[in-house]
């Protein structure tokens, strides 16, 4: 599985936007970029996912650099309910997939009021 | 909405006890996981199921057992308990279309003295 790099950890204000890095220089072209955060004590929750376009949900928005070898998750305005560690995966879709998560540390976000 | 419901919450063993962790999905999702959270860490797959009577091992099986026998049900069985399996277990579920997310659960918090 491809691997990817993020800070471990960021700091934000609340009610700012927040740029969440992260690095993926093996990424293949059938990965796609998912995004899941873990609140404390709670399991991991999905956020967002996208394969080479910029994706917007209700939650945050992804960029996903030219050549696909970065992707920034971003928040466009922290609150203390974001304050949770953010992972950046990268899954294979389609035939043969059975859909693995494999998680590295993530980036602990911390939200100042 | 129930989604992915995990029991117990708590649990403390003795050193060469046995343990069945519970997980129930009431979403129809064909495929379902196992994972474990060491303190700090990220989490790491330890067996996972594409459908009732089919499951296969993940990252680190060893000293664990599963079977699924329904589409709902895919419990986890600890046979020997050993203070190495401290940790917390979150069960996932997903269905079997591309793109889609994982569900989890809240997590089985598990110390083994």
């Known amino acids: 599985d491809a691997k990817t790099t993020q800070p471990n950890s960021m700091e934000s204000n609340e009610e700012e936007p927040v740029h969440l890095p992260c690095n993926h220089s093996t990424i293949s072209g059938t990965d796609y970029i998912h995004w899941y955060r873990q609140l404390p004590s709670q399991g991991p929750e999905y956020v967002i996912h996208g394969l080479t376009s910029n994706v917007n949900n209700r939650m945050a928005s992804l960029a996903i650099a030219e050549d696909r070898k970065s992707s920034t998750l971003i928040l466009h305005r922290a609150t203390l309910r974001d304050a949770a560690v953010y992972y950046c995966i990268l899954r294979r879709e389609g035939g043969g997939s059975n859909y693995k998560l494999t998680f590295g540390k993530g980036t602990l976000l911390t939200v100042n009021p | 909405n129930a989604g992915v419901t995990q029991t117990p919450k708590f649990r403390i063993l003795k050193i060469g006890q046995s343990m069945t962790l519970q997980c129930a999905q009431d979403m129809n999702h064909n495929y379902m996981y196992w994972y474990r959270q060491d303190p700090g860490m990220g989490l790491k797959l330890i067996y996972y199921s594409v459908g009732a009577g089919i499951t296969d091992k993940g990252e680190v099986p060893n000293g664990y057992n599963v079977s699924r026998s329904t589409t709902e049900d895919f419990p986890l069985r600890l046979e020997l308990a050993a203070p190495s399996q401290t940790s917390v277990y979150f069960c996932?579920?997903?269905?079997?279309?591309?793109?889609?997310?994982?569900?989890f659960g809240d997590g089985t918090r598990l110390s083994i003295l």
């Open positions: 996932a579920s997903r269905n079997g279309q591309n793109y889609q997310p994982q569900h």
